[in-house]
């Protein structure tokens, strides 16, 4: 049965995969893709659906009710898949306003306007990290979803703060809701500030490569379209009120990432350059993703090396998309961060 989804946050990198897997998998399926286009939404990136009869794009903040509500007025969605928010820690340690502004203030503007409107489901694209960090010498532990929410930074407090109002609306109001919690993503249109694409596209360039203390953190990496096949599984399938944890089990240390883009760019790794420390930085995160996978049947479908190889090959492929974003203003934030 055909469907109209709002994706929030779709100029965006997971948003913007997701645009294109559900217009792949679903002819019949009609998006409405609403993006504020901050420095991290790029029109460029939508440009292979700017045709499809099925999409729309709409410029508006998720803050700005009066274009939210005109929104559903003129679109009457059935479902809202809510990835827009600001998403860089780093960004968030240096100035927290936004995120509360966008990610919490946004996520509730928007469940106001399904509360108006009524819509099937609203679900809210989250993150590992609501649930703090784990210990190194721990490697038996996991963030389930019965772990306490216990953040670091300001925007993991803005998500988790976000994810409780969620909640809150589902018990409440009885909105029909649902919180995927995702560990780090990994991927083409990924954008240059975050640790992946900014080691291949400095490597790129033999520029330094700049590893945050020693190097010894370790993210628990997912490949985009994974994470996508996860969402299109709960939105569908998923029981209302409930949170499900996304993850493939591959912690990786950040040193040995960025050893592995150098390998394969056969790039020396005498360009790695330790430098200070991120404040508060998370020492390892890895997700227990036997929910969704007993109830949903879930499974990443994509290995670590394929996934790493195919996304440095697109940033071979599509030096232009990531070579005018490091042009721009990004450069004076580089200049200030590193
Ligand atoms: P991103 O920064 O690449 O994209 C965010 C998008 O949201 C951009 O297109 C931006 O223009 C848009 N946006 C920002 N503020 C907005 C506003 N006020 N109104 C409308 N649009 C706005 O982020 P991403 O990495 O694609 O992350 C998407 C979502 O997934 C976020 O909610 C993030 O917290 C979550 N998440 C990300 C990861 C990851 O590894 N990247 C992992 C787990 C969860
Ligand atoms: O230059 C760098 N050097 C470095 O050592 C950068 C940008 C990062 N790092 C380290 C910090 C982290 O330990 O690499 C690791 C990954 O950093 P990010 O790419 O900034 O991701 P992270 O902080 O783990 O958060 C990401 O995953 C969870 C996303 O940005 C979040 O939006 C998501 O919720």
């Given at each position: 049965m055909s469907k109209t989804i709002i994706v929030t946050g779709g100029a965006g990198f997971i948003g913007s995969n997701f645009i294109f897997y559900i217009l792949k998998k679903y002819a019949d399926y009609r998006i409405i893709c609403l993006d504020k286009?901050?420095?991290?939404?790029?029109?460029s990136t939508l440009k292979p659906v700017m045709?499809?009869?099925n999409f729309r794009f709409v410029k508006a903040d998720i803050c700005d009710r009066e274009a939210v509500y005109q929104l559903f007025e003129e679109e009457h969605p059935d479902i809202i898949v809510n990835f827009a928010a600001e998403s860089h820690v780093d960004r968030s340690i240096e100035d927290p306003g936004i995120f509360l502004q966008t990610n919490i203030m946004g996520t509730a503007t928007l469940m106001d306007a399904c509360r108006a409107f009524g819509i099937e489901r609203y679900h809210q694209v989250s993150?590992?990290?609501?649930y703090g960090d784990l210990p190194l010498?721990?490697?038996?532990l996991f963030f389930t979803e019965?772990?306490?929410?216990h953040t670091s930074s300001p925007y993991s407090s803005s998500k988790a703060a976000a994810d409780l109002l969620v909640l809150a609306y589902y018990r409440?109001?009885?909105?029909p809701v649902s919180i995927s919690r995702c560990s780090n993503n990994y991927g083409p249109?990924?954008?240059?500030?975050?640790?992946i694409p900014l080691m291949i596209a400095n490597a790129l360039n033999d520029k330094p490569l700049p590893v945050y203390g020693e190097g010894l953190n370790v993210r628990d990496w997912l490949y985009v379209e994974d994470h996508c096949s996860a969402i299109d599984l709960i939105i569908h399938k998923g029981r209302v009120g409930e949170v499900y944890n996304v993850g493939g089990h591959n912690e990786m240390k950040n040193i040995d990432i960025v050893k592995i883009i150098c390998k394969a760019l056969d790039?020396?790794?005498?360009?790695i350059t330790y430098v200070t420390d991120r404040k508060g930085h998370d020492m390892r995160y890895a997700i227990d993703p036997e929910k969704i996978h007993n109830e949903l049947g879930w499974l990443p479908e994509t290995k670590f090396e394929d996934g790493i190889k195919k996304t440095i090959d697109w940033y071979l492929n599509n030096r232009e998309w990531w070579e005018e974003i490091i042009s721009g203003d990004y450069q004076n934030y580089y200049e200030e961060m590193y």
């Open positions: 286009l901050t420095y991290a939404g790029n029109l045709d499809n009869p993150t590992d990290e609501v010498d721990r490697p038996d019965e772990t306490p929410i409440t109001y009885g909105l249109y990924h954008f240059p500030e975050k640790l790039k020396p790794e005498s360009l």
